[in-house]
């Protein structure tokens, strides 16, 4: 995938990876001792929806927009409310989640490190690594005079080695890597082995996008294979994932997830594919590749 996440914000696969990182947050967060989290592939933190690159592709309308719509069931919207209060306040809109929030009403996006840092407590950290120099400063500006955000321009894989573990013996780590060049999958399974050796009780959120059935296959038996416990997955496709076609498929594998996640994701991600749903082979699927 050529991917600047510009084009691409606000979409199917942010809001899948999104609800699960926030929903990570608020169960760590059921413990007073504070935590670290440290996002490898930060990106720019915000992003402005009426730019020519997101009204090109248009994706975050059939996202985001269309979740701010909908009307999920309490259970749902209740799992959803720390995610789209995030995503609300970014955009001055009412904090009600039952007000009407038509697609005009939308005007930036929150990445990841904006989503992360609103929902911190003042004893949690955020640590943010980005490689490409332009989008590491407009990060640095985003949380300028932030002492609980640190931001630092380094390749996400180096940040693995370098900030792991934390001080603070807790932390959240969320690998997100752009899909450019060939092997990203081998660098996941590698770097996620990597960084379990270094840390070994944190928690960790690996996105990858679907876009061929058997390459995502050898991906799950690769971690499988890799002897790493408590690996659970979580899938969403907007329509049959065919290669060539636009991406409508995306997953993320969580190791030592907190113990409540899986029974949510059980109830989200299922309402999040009804919802997103652009055709037949629409689905997803929650499941442990490896338990205890």
């Not at 971690?223 to 290669?243: K, M």
């Not at 076609?245 to 309402?271: F, Y």
Request: aromatic fraction near 6%; charged fraction near 25%.
């Amino acid at each position: 995938m050529n991917y600047r996440h510009a084009y691409h914000a606000g979409n199917f696969a942010d809001v899948l990876k999104h609800a699960v990182l926030t929903r990570l947050i608020v169960l760590l967060q059921k413990k007073d001792a504070p935590f670290r989290i440290l996002d490898t592939h930060a990106g720019v933190g915000v992003y402005d929806l009426a730019a020519p690159e997101a009204e090109k592709t248009g994706e975050w309308r059939t996202g985001i927009a269309r979740l701010l719509a909908a009307a999920p069931q309490p259970d749902v919207a209740a799992l959803l409310a720390p995610y789209l209060g995030a995503v609300r306040a970014a955009n001055s809109l009412p904090s009600d989640p039952a007000a009407a929030a038509p697609p005009a009403a939308l005007q930036r996006y929150p990445g990841s490190p904006l989503l992360a840092r609103s929902l911190m407590r003042r004893v949690d950290r955020l640590t943010l690594t980005e490689l490409h120099p332009a989008d590491a400063a407009a990060l640095s500006a985003l949380f300028a005079g932030d002492v609980q955000v640190r931001v630092v321009e380094l390749d996400g894989w180096l940040a693995l080695k370098s900030f792991l573990p934390p001080k603070e013996r807790r932390g959240l780590v969320l690998v997100d890597p752009p899909f450019e060049a060939p092997g990203e999958f081998d660098r996941l399974v590698g770097g996620l082995a990597a960084a379990h050796r270094r840390f070994a009780t944190g928690v960790y959120a690996l996105w990858y996008p679907i876009k061929d059935e058997a390459e995502v296959a050898r991906f799950a038996r690769a971690l499988v294979a890799s002897g790493l416990r408590r690996l659970l997955r979580v899938e969403l496709r907007t329509r049959a994932v065919e290669p060539g076609r636009p991406l409508s498929g995306c997953g993320l594998v969580l190791l030592n997830p907190p113990w409540t996640l899986d029974d949510e994701l059980g109830r989200l991600a299922p309402a999040l594919a009804r919802i997103l749903a652009e055709g037949p082979g629409a689905g997803a699927r929650v499941d442990w590749l490896v338990t205890e």
